[in-house]
């Protein structure tokens, strides 16, 4: 049985400038030299705190490489700009299997920390994530009233290769059985191709984990109206990964709460992938992606 206990926001928020600069190094020293460099926690700052921070939040098996573009051009907006490094995921080691460790409490608690360190870094903060990271995202415009906007992309609440009434015991199997690796490319495997920071394989216990997160939003949105100011759900109709049923389920739930939440959907017509912000995805148009991104932060 899927365990919904509740995912408790520990709200600690940095109360200066300076308090939020010794968070972030202290994430960093905590990446050792089994983290690849590109893949460490970011901070792009302008040397103070300024009218917004921005935070964003990278996929399952990605890094903090992924926003690596994105998040310098909201910096030469005028954005201090923080990109923290997920537990288990970035290492030099693609091959690890650290991910099949991976918890919903770990995920919760970097995302959690993220904004706290964003709220010493600017007046106003902005979250956004993608696929693990948008289902993060998910979970803090719920629990955070001191988000002004948070933008879920490409979320990950349910796969398509899982029918919507099978999800949830799905997770639940995927929590209970002995973890297996998949490769996100058969046809390629672990062949050292782009992008070198993410991870060429994915452990089913690591996806029950996002899944489980996933549920807990949920139910959350049933019982209140999220906490966030304003939210924005933008999907992609040629997105071969993600379960869109599960995705208007949870907007729907926030609507009928009376929440501030519009959408966008990117045409099949113009064949995005799952991944449209990790500049190295092959066949990636970030030229399309970020504009209409760059355009819902205003």
């Known amino acids: 049985m899927l365990n919904l206990k509740p995912l408790i926001s520990k709200a600690n928020p940095a109360k200066s400038y300076d308090e939020a600069l010794r968070r972030v190094e202290a994430l960093q020293a905590l990446e050792g030299h089994d983290i690849n460099p590109v893949s460490r926690t970011s901070l792009l700052t302008h040397g103070q705190p300024v009218e917004r921070a921005v935070v964003w939040l990278h996929g399952y098996t990605n ?37 099949a460790l991976l918890t919903a409490e770990e995920l919760t608690g970097m995302a959690d920390e993220a904004v706290d360190i964003a709220r010493g870094l600017g007046r106003q903060v902005v979250v956004g994530g993608l696929s693990m990271g948008g289902v993060a995202t998910g979970w803090l415009a ?34 209970t059985l002995p973890n297996f690796f998949q490769w996100w490319d058969p046809q390629l495997k672990d062949a050292v191709v782009p992008p070198l920071h993410a991870y060429p394989r994915h452990a089913s216990r690591g996806l029950a984990a996002i899944l489980r997160l996933g ?24 997105d071969r990964s993600i379960n869109p049923e599960m995705v208007e389920r949870l907007v729907q739930l926030w609507q009928a709460k009376g929440a501030d939440v519009q959408t966008h959907q990117f045409g099949a017509d113009l064949k995005l992938g799952h991944d449209f912000i990790d500049p190295t995805q092959p066949n990636q148009r970030v030229d399309l992606s970020y504009p209409v991104i760059l355009d819902m932060l205003k």
């Open 215 to 238: 549920f807990t939003v949920q139910a959350l949105a049933r019982q209140r109206r999220p906490a966030a100011r304003r939210i924005w759900v933008l999907t992609n109709a040629n």
């Open 142 to 175: 719920q629990r955070r009233a001191d988000i002004e906007l948070a933008l879920l992309m490409a979320p990950a609440f349910g796969f398509k290769a899982i029918p919507t009434p099978l999800t949830r015991p799905m997770a639940g199997l995927l929590l």
């Open 63 to 99: 890094s903090p490489a992924q926003f690596s573009q994105l998040g310098q051009l909201c910096f030469e907006r005028g954005c201090n700009v923080l990109v923290p490094r997920f537990p288990r995921h970035g290492m030099q080691k693609r091959m690890t299997g650290e991910t």
